[in-house]
């Protein structure tokens, strides 16, 4: 698409230069992640995306570092963003997930696009033939992990909102709330996928 070439820190200046050095304070002294350079073509963008990305990807919140962490690994899978993946995958496992959860949180998040391409497919239909029928899809994967009940939920509630499916939007905030996520969590959730998902389609774009 656009080929964007990354914006070498040595080389940025004004705005993009303050940029990076927030980035560093937020990140450390190692180089900074590519797709931040790449931002770096567009000084307006990358000042919001890393306000963005420090308040609801990166720092703790109303959730913890760890499943925010989760949230955008997820995320990134979703938009088929290697690059983000794999940074999100070593963000994982620093914040103490191990391997192995990692393909469970992948496994909770693709058995979740299983059932919202069945509930949208009722309500796209026009038709009320389908209600009341079985769903008639296993799905053991929701409760058969070492994840507890509230992380599968901000999972199932994240990717629902980014595949568009307004009823299990609607049944995941509901059991979300019977098992004691407040609003602020749920929204914040939203606001982690959100960040990333941007972050996502514009490297998509820039390349």
């Not at 304070?25 to 963005?52: H, K, S, T």
């Not at 393909?103 to 239909?125: D, Q």
Request: net charge negative; glycine share 6%.
């Amino acid at each position: 698409m656009l080929k964007l070439q990354p914006v070498p820190e040595d080389k940025a200046d004004g705005k993009v230069g303050q940029t990076y050095e927030r980035l560093h304070d937020l990140l450390g002294p190692d180089p900074l992640p590519e797709p931040f350079l790449i931002m770096g073509n567009v000084e307006a963008f990358l000042r919001d995306y890393y306000m963005n990305f420090k308040k609801f990807v990166y720092s703790a919140g109303k959730l913890d570092e760890k499943s925010k962490a989760a949230i955008a690994l997820v995320t990134a899978i979703h938009a088929h963003s290697e690059v983000w993946f794999q940074y999100f995958r070593q963000r994982c496992l620093d914040l103490g997930w191990e391997e192995s959860q990692l393909a469970e949180l992948a496994a909770i998040s693709t058995t979740n696009y299983m059932y919202n391409t069945f509930f949208k497919f009722r309500e796209l239909s026009g038709t009320d033939k389908f209600e009341g029928l079985p769903v008639g899809l296993r799905a053991h994967t929701f409760h058969g992990t070492s994840l507890d009940d509230k992380m599968v939920e901000l999972i199932n509630l994240v990717i629902s909102d980014l595949n568009a499916c307004k009823p299990c939007v609607s049944g995941h905030v509901s059991k979300a709330e019977n098992l004691g996520l407040s609003s602020e969590e749920m929204l914040e959730a939203i606001q982690c996928a959100a960040t990333v998902y941007a972050g996502a389609q514009f490297i998509s774009a820039a390349s």
